[in-house]
């Protein structure tokens, strides 16, 4: 329990880590899926799953979202972003990730105008500056990031900036999770739920999970104390045969979510018939495109955009890792052909993706273990 | 991209635009509070002197300040990704 030290309140840290070894139930095993990118980053970097009984294991699920970008859609970004003319900006994370034939970064290497931004109103801003440029914004993101896109997209339109445009990637949070409930691989007992998306979703669109699937869910905090704290509710309402929607983030988290974000987006944007999510496929209803209202700023409609899609790389087995089939270390890529430095999977580019935290920490934990 | 990051408000710059001037460990930024706002219209939700949790260039949240404290101690045990997330804040130029 050395990790435990370092967390903000030591004490209650113990006594979760007490609970939790009395409430599991002999004989059992326990698979609880963390949603979010950001508790899968917490989880190795506390060494969280190390405090837990051997029979409680936490799966990490799709929810990082420069992870279950397709390499299709980076191959259409690159396409765009070599177009005459073109300012393409997007995030940090974004230009590392590979497509068919390189990455954003190579992209700008080879003469692109590639930028990066850290904000969609940074992306505005440079559109002002370079009236006779056309600036891109490559959006990406769940619910958690896609309200700012939409506010973007409201004063960009509100001011007539002809020379900016979105080419749009959200993706929301509710359909994947009901494809990996309906897949057969796996056999999940509850949820630790996001805790950003849901300050904009709430907690309400998460009842299904109990509702059809059978399941708990406990939407959490990211300090160590907080993802504890969660397994504890989820075992306890397994314990106790219950099944709810659980809000243990309540301090950031109105269960109905933030009303504001969810009428820009539903202003500006509109869900497309299915998006394809790296390594899960195409899922129904699971990705947003500019709204008819804001169809003159939809970048996939100003440019020719390929739209070829790409398999994943065969070596590559970021789906299973999306889906919490298999663990990062188990992927046969994994910390040889595949790193932080020179990734071939999404999962590894991200510092939210489950197996560059893995690689980032897991080594570091094990070691400290050994001293 | 993921991280949120606290700040405090520090003066509303640009009110038509929802533009505020935040502190962010010392780093002033501007940034979005329109998702604070009410959805009915009236009165606009973050005030100077609020702590708000800050996703590229938005505020997404209030937060008292014990939760920007415990926030900002989180992400400084993150090392390199919170230093790459401020970094990057600083390049933010919202106008």
């Known amino acids: 329990m050395k990790f435990v030290d370092e967390f903000r309140d030591a004490d209650f840290g113990r006594t979760l880590a007490a609970e939790i070894l009395a409430t599991v139930g002999p004989g059992h095993h326990y698979k609880l899926m963390e949603v979010c990118g950001g508790h899968t980053h917490s989880i190795y970097k506390y060494g969280i799953d190390d405090l837990l009984p051997e029979n409680v294991e936490l799966v990490h699920g799709p929810g990082c979202p420069v992870c279950v970008i397709p390499m299709g859609r980076v191959d259409d970004a690159i396409a765009v972003a070599h177009e005459p003319g073109v300012i393409f900006t997007c995030f940090g994370d974004m230009m590392r990730v590979p497509g068919s034939n390189g990455t954003l970064l190579e992209a700008k290497a080879r003469g692109a105008d ?36 939409a506010l973007t997209l409201r004063r960009a339109r509100a001011e007539g900036v002809g020379n900016f445009s979105c080419f749009c990637n959200h993706v929301t949070i509710v359909p994947p999770l009901r494809a990996l409930l309906d897949s057969p691989d796996l056999r999940l007992d509850g949820f630790i739920g996001p805790g950003h998306v849901s300050t904009v979703v709430g907690a309400r669109p998460l009842e299904f999970i109990p509702a059809d699937y059978g399941k708990p869910v406990v939407v959490s905090g990211f300090e160590p104390v ?43 944007f509109e869900l497309r018939p299915h998006f394809e999510w790296r390594g899960l496929g195409f899922i129904s209803q699971s990705g947003l495109k500019l709204s008819e209202a804001y169809a003159e700023l939809d970048a996939e409609l100003r440019f020719a955009v390929p739209g070829v899609r790409v398999a994943d790389p065969k070596a590559c087995q970021c789906g299973e890792v999306l889906k919490g089939v298999i663990k990062p270390w188990e992927c046969k890529v994994f910390g040889t052909a595949c790193t932080p430095e020179r990734p071939i999977g999404t999962c590894m580019v991200s510092s939210e993706g489950a197996c560059a935290a893995y690689y980032n920490y897991g080594r570091f934990a094990r070691e400290r273990e050994l001293v | 991209m993921c991280l949120a990051i606290p700040g405090q408000i520090i003066e509303i710059v640009d009110a038509a635009n929802r533009l505020a001037r935040v ?40 937060i008292d300040e014990e939760e920007a404290d415990a926030t900002l101690t989180l992400l400084r045990g993150m090392g390199a990704d919170y230093d790459d997330a401020l970094a990057e804040l600083k390049t933010s130029v919202i106008e």
């Open chain 1, 226 to 268: 907080d993802i504890l704290q969660s397994v504890l509710m989820l075992l306890r309402q397994l314990a106790d045969g219950r099944c709810e929607v659980e809000n243990q983030y309540r301090r950031v988290v109105p269960y109905e979510g933030n009303l504001k974000a969810l009428e820009v987006m539903a202003e500006v």
């Open chain 1, 114 to 149: 590639v930028r990066m931004v850290y904000s969609p109103l940074d992306a505005l801003r440079i559109a002002k500056q370079h009236p006779d440029r056309e600036v891109v914004f490559f959006a990406i993101g769940f619910e958690t990031t896609a309200p700012s896109t």
């Open chain 2, 23 to 62: 502190d962010v460990v010392g780093v002033q930024r501007i940034v979005n509070i329109g998702l604070l706002d009410s959805s009915d219209g009236s009165a606009g939700g973050a005030q100077t002197g609020d702590w708000v949790l800050i996703h590229v260039g938005f505020a997404l949240s209030k």
